[in-house]
């Protein structure tokens, strides 16, 4: 279990490591090493999923450490609640970011339309409300950014809980 303390309230994250276990080892470890600390969620769309993990309040990225590989075929969908890594369009350029859905996102379940898709690594089991509370935010342009709340969601601390 996955504590995320925003300034929007406490997410609870419950991974599974069966299912993901180098996605969720990769999760873990950042959440070890203190790299969500301080972050924002800095792309926030209504309907579809609230995205963190990787940028400050400046929008300046974290430095990262190697890509995971995709472990999207594991079965697991990408519905709302779930969480699940963001990446580039390289199938396995996933490193910190992460999303979680707000709606059933089928088209992000492999093979998807790359032959991929996107890797669900757990759920949330507390804080629904938060999550639905960050996706309602209101967003603007920043830094060439889409998306991005117009005053800032920080996710203050991430913890391991259990």
Known sequence: MIKLTTNHGDIT?????????????????????????????????????????????????RPTRAPVENEAANGLKNRAGTIAMARTSAPHSATSQFFINVADNGFLDHPGQDGWGYCVFGRVTEGMEVVNRIKGVATSIRHGQRDVPAQAVVLEKAEIIG
């Open 13 to 61: 994250l419950e991974l599974d490591p069966a299912q993901a276990p180098k996605t969720c080892a990769n999760f873990e470890q950042y959440v070890r090493d203190g790299h969500y600390d301080g972050t924002v969620f800095h792309r926030v769309i209504d309907g579809f999923m609230v995205q963190g993990g990787g940028m400050t309040e400046d929008m300046i990225p």
